[in-house]
T-cell receptor, first 118, second 117 residues
Framework: AQTVTQSQPEMSVQEAETVTLSCTYDTSESDYYLFWYKQPPSRQMILVIRQEAYKQQNATENRFSVNFQKAAKSFSLKISDSQLGDAAMYFCASPSPPLETSGSRLTFGEGTQLTVNP | NAGVTQTPKFQVLKTGQSMTLQCAQDMNHEYMSWYRQDPGMGLRLIHYSVGAGITDQGEVPNGYNVSRSTTEDFPLRLLSAAPSQTSVYFC????????????????FGPGTRLTVL
């Protein structure tokens, strides 16, 4: 079963404006990391931001920030002052359901294609 | 550091052929993984490893084999290629603690685009 949901297959934003990409997830773990990755047309997967679930404070990286709501299992990405180079596919990732295996795993959402209009 | 490297970048196979996708990392990461990316489906985990000698299945393991004889290398073998295995394949590595219930930041290779005719 899909445990990571990105409900916006496509989003667009004007250059210099702000856009928020949504993500909801489902895990029974208490301590974990959540991630947003960016995939430009080059197809390289690039880490945008990481959130540690045990931290109350929302993670920020320059123009990128998250709104992490642990109880609601929501993890949205806000991009401020959007630039043309931000145009890409964005993936949210969270822990997969636990199994009796040697380690944990990540599940990725289906992605949100972001277009930045000049 | 080269990070995570994958070879080849592109490959075309005929149905029934076998091949190995190579993956290597020089960051001394214990955790390595293989994903496939298909249009509209994000990344799906094929196999992963938490250290040399230990591998586990992911979400879509059928038709693929892996082994982990060293910390640095994690090859993915297609036993008998099928058109359904046409995809882009990514290898990734990360720091980990064995038996931890979390996965740390995954560092990805550039990907291999595989076409099976």
């Amino acid at each position: 079963a899909q445990t990571v949901t990105q409900s916006q297959p496509e989003m667009s934003v004007q250059e210099a404006e702000t856009v928020t990409l949504s993500c909801t997830y489902d895990t029974s773990e208490s301590d974990y990391y959540l991630f947003w990755y960016k995939q430009p047309p080059s197809r390289q997967m690039i880490l945008v931001i990481r959130q540690e679930a045990y931290k109350q404070q929302n993670a920020t990286e320059n123009r990128f920030s998250v709104n992490f709501q642990k109880a609601a299992k929501s993890f949205s990405l806000k991009i401020s002052d959007s630039q043309l180079g931000d145009a890409a596919m964005y993936f949210c990732a969270s822990p997969s359901p636990p199994l009796e295996t040697s380690g944990s795993r990540l599940t990725f959402g289906e992605g949100t294609q972001l277009t930045v209009n000049p | 550091n080269a990070g995570v490297t994958q070879t080849p970048k592109f490959q075309v196979l005929k149905t029934g052929q076998s091949m190995t996708l190579q993956c290597a990392q020089d960051m001394n990461h214990e955790y390595m993984s293989w994903y496939r990316q298909d249009p509209g489906m994000g990344l799906r985990l094929i196999h992963y490893s938490v250290g040399a000698g230990i591998t586990d299945q992911g979400e879509v393991p059928n038709g693929y084999n892996v082994s982990r004889s060293t910390t640095e290398d994690f090859p993915l073998r297609l036993l008998s290629a099928a058109p359904s295995q046409t995809s882009v394949y990514f290898c990734a590595s990360s720091y980990s603690i064995r038996w931890a219930r979390w996965v740390d930041t995954q560092y990805f290779g550039p990907g291999t685009r595989l076409t099976v005719l």
